[in-house]
């Protein structure tokens, strides 16, 4: 069965998610929406960075004699020769996240760096989420720390203080020792990414979901990942993302948090079936 894609931008802006499909290959980008001043740098969109990663990765996947961790190793490397002699690279470029998996005649392997989320269904109805938290649990301390020097000091905390020292705690781990990985011009950070492979006939079901369309059960507590399966492995990607959104209108939770209060949510789907005799 081919994918099923349900891409929604962040309201008012440009999508910055990308996905590329090639047989038994998708592969999802969630371009990281940085301000300008972070990817001062290089000269590239971020669009431009999520559409030509997932399309090297997806080219990369076409080679079954390439395990799925070098693949993504050799993607990074050429979107960074990409970049050209007009960019400096450390100075700050364009970064994202990656949910991919590659279908075979008898194993499913699967990759996930930075918090997109590949969601397994097996055959009994089990469903099993596999994404990286390290970004959350090695920003929070540093952001705590930061919220306690401001109280020590007599200072109040504004969301836009509280944003602002997301971003700094963000920058300050980000494809470090001890920090987080996510995909950037560093090939090594495919040692960092987690990968698992699985028996075909022991997958149902598959999605690949950026962040922005796993809110509803990580952030804003109106779905279970099971319906999040459920719903994008029939079809209705569409329902999962307009709940998320009326939500998000509903709510200042997240922006109080300092987080956006929308961003853009990309789920595809794939049903798992048996090979033909």
Same mark, same amino acid.
């Given at each position: 069965?081919?994918?099923?894609?349900?891409?929604?931008? $962040?309201?008012? %802006?440009?999508?910055?998610? !990308?996905?590329?499909?090639?047989?038994?290959?998708?592969?999802?980008?969630?371009?990281? @929406? &940085?301000?300008?001043? &972070?990817?001062? *740098?290089?000269?590239?969109?971020?669009?431009?960075?999520?559409?030509?990663?997932?399309? !090297?990765y997806r080219d990369a996947l076409g080679r079954a004699d390439v395990d799925i961790r070098t693949?993504?190793?050799? /993607? &990074?490397?050429?979107?960074? !020769?990409?970049? #050209?002699? *007009?960019?400096?690279?450390?100075?700050?470029?364009?970064?994202?996240?990656?949910?991919?998996?590659?279908?075979? !005649?008898? $194993?499913?392997?699967?990759?996930?760096?930075? +918090?997109?989320?590949?969601?397994?269904? +097996?055959?009994?109805?089990?469903?099993?989420?596999?994404t990286d938290d390290r970004l959350a649990t090695v920003t929070a301390p540093i952001i705590a720390? %930061?919220?306690?020097?401001?109280?020590?000091? *007599?200072?109040?905390?504004?969301?836009?203080?509280?944003?602002?020292?997301?971003?700094?705690?963000?920058?300050?781990?980000?494809?470090?020792? @001890? @920090?987080?990985?996510?995909?950037? %011009?560093?090939?090594?950070?495919?040692?960092? /990414? =987690?990968? #698992?492979?699985?028996?075909?006939?022991?997958?149902?079901?598959?999605?690949?979901?950026? +962040?922005?369309?796993?809110?509803?059960? $990580?952030?804003? #507590? =109106? %779905?279970?990942?099971?319906?999040?399966?459920?719903?994008?492995?029939?079809?209705? @990607?569409?329902?999962?993302?307009?709940?998320i959104r009326a939500e998000e209108e509903r709510t200042d939770r997240l922006t109080d948090q300092?987080?956006?209060? +929308?961003?853009?949510?990309?789920?595809?789907?794939?049903?798992?079936?048996?090979?033909?005799?």
């Open positions: 069965m081919r994918p099923t894609v349900t891409s929604v931008a $962040q309201p008012g %802006h440009a999508n910055e998610d !990308a996905v590329a499909l090639g047989p038994g290959v998708v592969v999802l980008i969630d371009g990281a @929406g &940085l301000p300008a001043r &972070l990817r001062s *740098g290089c000269t590239h969109t971020v669009r431009w960075y999520a559409r030509t990663l997932a399309d !090297a693949a993504f190793a050799r /993607a &990074l490397s050429l979107v960074a !020769a990409s970049h #050209g002699p *007009g960019c400096d690279l450390d100075r700050g470029s364009p970064s994202g996240t990656v949910a991919a998996w590659r279908i075979g !005649a008898e $194993q499913v392997e699967y990759l996930v760096l930075g +918090d997109a989320s590949v969601i397994l269904s +097996d055959p009994a109805g089990g469903v099993s989420e596999v720390s %930061h919220l306690r020097d401001r109280a020590a000091r *007599g200072l109040t905390t504004t969301p836009d203080d509280l944003r602002e020292a997301r971003r700094a705690a963000v920058e300050l781990t980000r494809n470090t020792s @001890g @920090g987080f990985w996510c995909c950037h %011009h560093d090939p090594a950070a495919a040692d960092h /990414a =987690i990968v #698992g492979t699985l028996c075909r006939t022991d997958v149902a079901s598959l999605v690949a979901a950026s +962040d922005g369309a796993t809110r509803g059960y $990580q952030l804003l #507590g =109106i %779905h279970t990942v099971q319906d999040v399966a459920r719903l994008a492995a029939n079809g209705d @990607g569409d329902e999962v993302i307009a709940e300092g987080m956006k209060k +929308d961003d853009d949510a990309t789920l595809v789907a794939a049903v798992v079936t048996a090979l033909s005799s």
